[in-house]
């Protein structure tokens, strides 16, 4: 075994002493976050869209969807139907047939014209800018919400909670709750709130590549050393 540099021996210090300390702990808490930005630098929202209006409707389709998919129906859906007007009047079984892969689609479509009409007709065809309004829409939850308030409006009014969020930040202990409400109560009292945007997106890459459901690529991932999941394919410690 080779010397080790007193650099190295100091970083090997430094993660132990973050494993002893509580998942709550600001100086755990800001490692995560210091190691998640410096895997995923400059990330952003995977869904395709063009203006706030687009990310509305991709957010409603992508429930129970891979955002793969609904990249690949959104361009044909705005192409005939491009503003939340245009989607207002069209006929409900062209929408559903141009939404049918996503799945629930004709759930799915009622909500996505019943959101032009919303916006159409109570906010004078702009997406809003407020949670409160936002959850005016149909087929828009607090996820939604938070996804086009971030991801668009770049303002931070919660943390985005999918399935990867929800599972990485139980794994890494930083909540203990099963369900999205509950989970982004407990990420906002630990990030800082200009955190809460890109924490999401960091996860959500994260979860998509590294910490998957089943057999998380524990040996290539990042948060590694700052886990203790009990689910680990593989441990330094």
């Known amino acids: 075994m080779g010397i080790l540099t007193p650099l190295t021996t100091l970083r090997i210090s430094m993660v132990k002493r973050l494993k002893t300390v509580k998942p709550l702990a600001p100086e755990r808490v800001t490692a995560i976050l210091a190691e998640l930005r410096k895997t995923y ?3 952003v929202c995977a869904l395709h869209h063009k203006n706030a209006w687009e990310l509305t409707v991709a957010t409603i389709l992508s429930a129970q969807c891979t955002d ?7 361009p044909a859906l705005f192409k005939a139907f491009p503003t939340p007007k245009a989607m207002m009047q069209a006929s409900l ?5 141009l939404v049918r892969t996503t799945g629930f689609f004709r759930n799915k479509a009622k909500n996505i014209q019943g959101a032009a009409r919303v916006v159409v007709e109570e906010f004078g065809g702009k997406v809003p800018q407020t949670m409160e309004e936002m959850l005016r829409l149909p087929g828009v ?4 919400a938070n996804v086009v308030l971030g991801s668009w409006y770049g303002i931070a009014s919660g943390v985005v909670v999918d399935t990867h969020v929800l599972r990485i930040s139980r794994r890494l202990e930083l909540t203990k709750e099963t369900t999205p409400e509950k989970v982004e109560a407990d990420l906002k009292k630990i990030l800082p709130q200009d955190r809460w945007i890109a924490f999401s997106h960091e996860l959500i890459h994260h979860g998509r590549a590294v910490c998957v459901a089943r057999k998380p690529r524990c040996a290539d991932c990042s948060l590694e050393k700052l886990c203790n999941s009990a ?3 593989w441990s330094s410690h």
């Open 141 to 144: 939850a607090r996820k939604t």
């Open 68 to 74: 793969v998919r609904v990249n690949l129906v959104t």
């Open 231 to 233: 689910d680990k394919t």
């Open 41 to 43: 630098p400059d990330v």
């Open 93 to 97: 079984p062209e929408l559903e047939e």
